[in-house]
């Protein structure tokens, strides 16, 4: 069955990086899109990132643009998040999520993981 | 790219019917049918319930349905159960090729 698995979460001071991870597997990551989405503490869902299957497209937040950057190891079916510049603001819950081909939304979520930016 | 608006809560009695509203504007909701609403229950992770405006994926019962009028979509929950407490969130594609999710709704069933 699909089952996406993240982890590489922790506290982190602010201005370093950190790199999340997403395993999963049920399916190939090279035949689908994929999603980050992250939510803060007592907060709601906020989009950050969109990886194309093929991995020639990606997309982020204007919250995130130039800060994060989405990639993907095939071989490991494994998507990954490299977060820099980490502020008190991106202290969340980061969720990896599939993307339901050519749907527009997301069909499978992994469990997420907690990211907590603080000196 | 501004956050959806959706109410902070609704609450309805068993059996009965609640709409849950989420309004975006003409670069989002009023442009795309790319509308999908998800469902969050207390330390979990979210569950998809509406995708595409009004189609429900396997396995969400047929009491949750969709729609969408300009630039405002719902989410339209009948016979409501016990176990449909929960935050919901409504998501949309936008004309920057980027998505955007609502501020959520908290459901309470009394």
């Known amino acids: 069955q699909v089952q996406l698995v993240e982890s590489g979460g922790g506290v982190v001071q602010p201005g370093r990086s950190l790199r999340l991870s997403c395993a999963v597997s049920?399916?190939?990551?090279?035949?689908?899109?994929m999603h980050w989405v992250r939510q803060a503490p007592g907060k709601g869902l906020e989009w950050v990132a969109f990886m194309s299957g093929d991995g020639s497209d990606e997309r982020y937040a204007d919250s995130v643009k130039g800060r994060f950057t989405t990639s993907r190891d095939s071989s490991e079916n494994t998507l990954y998040l490299q977060m820099n510049s980490l502020t008190f603001e991106d202290t969340a819950v980061y969720y990896c999520a599939r993307d339901y081909s050519g749907m527009y939304s997301c069909d499978y979520w992994g469990q997420g993981t907690l990211v907590t930016v603080s000196s | 790219q501004s956050a959806l608006t959706q109410p902070p809560s609704v609450s309805g009695s068993p059996g009965q019917s609640v709409a849950l509203s989420c309004t975006g504007t003409?670069?989002?909701?009023?442009?795309?049918?790319?509308v999908s609403w998800y469902q969050q229950p207390p330390g979990t992770a979210p569950k998809l319930m509406i995708y595409?405006?009004?189609n429900r994926p396997s396995g969400v019962p047929g009491r949750f349905s969709g729609s969408k009028s300009g630039n405002t979509a719902s989410l339209t929950i009948s016979g409501l159960q016990a176990e449909d407490e929960a935050d919901y969130y409504c998501a949309s594609y936008t004309s920057s090729s980027t998505w955007v999710f609502g501020g959520g709704t908290k459901l309470t069933v009394l």
């Open positions: 595409e405006v009004s």
């Open positions: 049920g399916f190939i990551l090279s035949s689908h899109n």
């Open positions: 003409s670069s989002d909701v009023g442009s795309y049918n790319h």
